[in-house]
């Protein structure tokens, strides 16, 4: 089984908000150098950066250290350090996540990533079916979807997917999320959504071959035992790479319109989107 490495980078992440721009540059320069065998002197450090030692001590005890003595000890210590975690549960639970991200880009197809993006830039109305733990990821997932401009409803309960299909015309994209691909309620709403000449996307793991002359679309997730039981993994989790997977991919048609979009959103939320560290 793989052993997973500790490092200090989670931990000057963590302390990335309350850092001035300076001190930014200097979190960037020790989150790249991670791996790096390299002269991490303070004077050595001050001079790369064009920054004083002081300025390298207040960055330090920012992330919780006396200073930059003890902030680079820690740094170079842990990198170097052979000690693993023993848990055998632990190491478990990290391998499966491992091991779902690795099967999901194994699932991931770019010509169906590209049929349903037609569907959905065509679409006038989308709606997301799911209950429970998938019910999390369609209100998740409508967030995300709305914030690039599409107009989208998240709908968990049963009663309201039996009372929607009133509402579903031709103009329309029905997504249906169920991890074992036998929740009832999701089924049963997305074949009346089809047989309302919805267009239709299952997300699930069930790959049967009548889900695929059902529905329009059928989108497989990453599998793994008793991973609907919710028993070491999140049921919603194999969702939610799917979901961001595609998320991206949807978000770089009409790229300028999309960020245009999200732009906006973050505006009326007040949120300063970071450009190249990944933070929102």
Known sequence: MKSFQKNLVPLIESSYDSLTLTEQEIADFFIKSVHEDRDFSAEKVAEELHVSVSTLTRFAQKCGFSGYRQFIFEYESVENSTSRITDALI??????????????YSLVDEEQF??????????????????GSSG???????????????????????DMMRMNHILIDPDCVVIGLTVSGKTKPVLEALHQAKNHGAKTVLLTTNHSESFSQEF??????????????????????????????????????????RQNLFQHTLDAL?????DQNGKS
């Open 91 to 104: 190491q478990r639970v990290m391998y499966d996540y491992e091991e779902l991200i690795n099967k999901t």
């Open 114 to 131: 590209s049929r349903i993006t037609s569907m959905l830039r065509e679409a006038k109305r989308v709606y997301i079916y799911g209950k």
């Open 136 to 158: 999390l990821v369609s209100r998740e997932m409508k967030l995300r979807f709305m914030r690039i401009g599409l107009i989208c409803e998240a709908i968990t309960e049963e």
């Open 216 to 257: 329009d679309e059928v989108l497989l997730i990453a599998q793994k035992k008793t991973l609907s039981q919710g028993n070491k993994i999140s049921p919603q989790f194999p969702l939610l790479i799917m979901v961001d997977i595609f998320y991206a991919y949807f978000r770089n048609s009409d790229t300028e319109m």
């Open 270 to 274: 007040n949120i300063r989107e970071e």
